[in-house]
C-alpha cells in the first residue's frame, strides 16, 4: 500500500503539487529547517528532532526528542515535517528510520494540551500538519521503518503504521493501539484505513471500536507490528533490517496499481471535507463559547 501510494506521488506530478498546497507546509517552511550536507555522516538537528544521515548507507534516523512524551505539538509536527521533507530531497537518502529518544515512549500521540482551549485557527492549523505528517511518511519516496523503542498509543501508532515496517520492543509493560474511543473521541477515517491497510478491517473494527492498546506480542499477533526484539536491539535491528530491504533491486520503484491510485485519491478528498468540517465546527465552538 505505501509503496503503491508512492509510486502515485512520483507518476503524478499534479497530485503532489496538490497536496503541497493542502499542506501547511506554508507555515513550515518559515521555519528553521535541519540541514543535510554533503558528507558521509551528518547529523542535523531541530529542538525537538535529531537526523543523523549516514551518506554511505543512504539511511537516516529520525530522533524523536521532545520531552516528556514526544506528544504531536503543531510545533513537533512541523519539525518532523521539515525534517522530513529535507532528507524526501536529498536523493541519496533511500530509507529512513524513526525512533524516540525518550524513555519507554515511542510517541504519546496527538498532543492533547494543543487541541484545547485553542483558537479555531490554531486548531485549523495543528490539523493541517497531523494530516501533513501523515501523508508525507504514508507516500514518502524512501523506505520508512518505525523503531518503535516504548508505548505508542493513537497518533504515535498512527506515525509507525505509516511505515512499511515496525519493530517494537518488547516489553510487556509498552501498548500501541488507536485507543480513541476509550478517550471519547473518534478516530478519524484516514486513522481507520490506515489501520485497515496494516491488519485488516475485522482486526481494526474490533480494535476501533473499544479502543485497544495491545501489548507487544498481541501487536505482533495481529500484525500491528512486524517483529519484536530486545528493548536494546530496537534500533540496531531497524538498521540492519533497512541494510536489507535497500539491497532487494528496484525496491524504491514498485509499481501502483488503479485500485490504489482510487483509494488515495478518495482519502485525498475526504480529508479536504474532514478539514472543512473542522474548521467549521471549531468556528461554531467558538461562537457558541461566546455566548
Ligand atoms: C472542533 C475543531 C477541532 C480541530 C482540531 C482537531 C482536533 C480533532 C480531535 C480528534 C483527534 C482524533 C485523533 C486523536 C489522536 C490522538 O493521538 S489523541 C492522544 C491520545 N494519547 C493518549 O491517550 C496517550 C496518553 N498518555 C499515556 O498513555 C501515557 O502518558 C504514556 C504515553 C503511555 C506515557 O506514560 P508515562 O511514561 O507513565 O508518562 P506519564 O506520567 O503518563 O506522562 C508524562 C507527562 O506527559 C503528559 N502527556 C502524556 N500524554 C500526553 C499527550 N497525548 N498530550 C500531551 N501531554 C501528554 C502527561 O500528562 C504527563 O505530564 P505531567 O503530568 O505534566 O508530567
Known amino acids: 500500500m505505501k509503496m503503491a501510494l508512492r509510486a502515485c506521488l512520483r507518476t503524478k506530478p499534479g497530485l503532489t503539487a496538490l497536496l503541497s498546497q493542502l499542506s501547511c507546509s506554508g507555515h513550515a517552511a518559515a521555519r528553521r529547517a535541519p540541514a543535510l550536507v554533503a558528507q558521509r555522516s551528518s547529523s542535523s538537528t531541530s529542538q525537538k528532532i535529531k537526523v543523523d544521515f549516514d551518506q554511505s548507507s543512504g539511511v537516516a534516523v529520525m530522533h524523536m526528542q521532545s520531552p516528556p512524551v514526544n506528544s504531536l505539538s ?10 522530513l521533507e529535507k532528507l524526501e530531497m536529498d536523493k541519496s537518502c533511500r530509507g529512513l528510520v524513526v525512533t524516540s529518544s525518550q524513555p519507554k515512549v515511542f510517541s504519546a500521540g496527538l498532543d492533547i494540551l494543543d487541541m484545547y482551549g485553542k483558537s479555531p485557527e ?28 516504548g508505548s505508542s498509543p493513537a497518533g504515535g501508532c498512527l506515525l509507525s503504521m505509516t511505515c512499511d515496517y515496525r519493530i517494537m520492543a518488547d516489553n510487556p509493560r509498552y501498548s500501541i493501539g488507536l485507543n480513541e474511543t476509550k478517550l471519547g473521541i473518534v478516530a478519524p477515517f484516514w486513522f481507520k484505513d490506515t489501520m485497515v491497510n496494516t491488519v485488516g478491517h475485522r482486526a481494526t473494527e474490533m480494535a476501533l471500536q473499544l479502543g485497544l492498546l495491545y501489548s507487544p ?8 507490528v512486524d517483529q519484536l526484539v530486545h528493548e536494546d536491539q530496537v534500533l540496531t535491528t ?37 478539514c472543512v468540517c473542522q474548521v467549521i465546527a471549531a468556528k461554531k465552538i467558538h461562537l457558541s463559547q461566546d455566548f
Open 217 to 224: 506480542a498481541e501487536a505482533l499477533k495481529i500484525g500491528l
Open 122 to 149: 490554531h486548531c485549523a492549523e495543528f490539523w493541517k500538519a497531523v494530516q501533513e505528517m501523515w501523508l508525507k511518511f504514508y507516500g514518502s519516496n524512501m523506505i520508512t521503518i518505525a523503531a518503535v523503542n
Open 74 to 83: 503543531l510545533e513537533f509536527l512541523t519539525d518532523v515535517c521539515i525534517a
Open 238 to 274: 531497524a538498521t540492519e533490517t533497512m541494510t536489507k530491504w535497500l539491497a532487494i533491486p528496484g525496491i524504491l520503484n514498485i509499481s501502483y496499481t488503479c485500485h490504489f491510485f482510487h483509494l488515495w485519491c478518495c482519502n485525498l478528498v475526504c480529508t479536504i471535507c474532514s
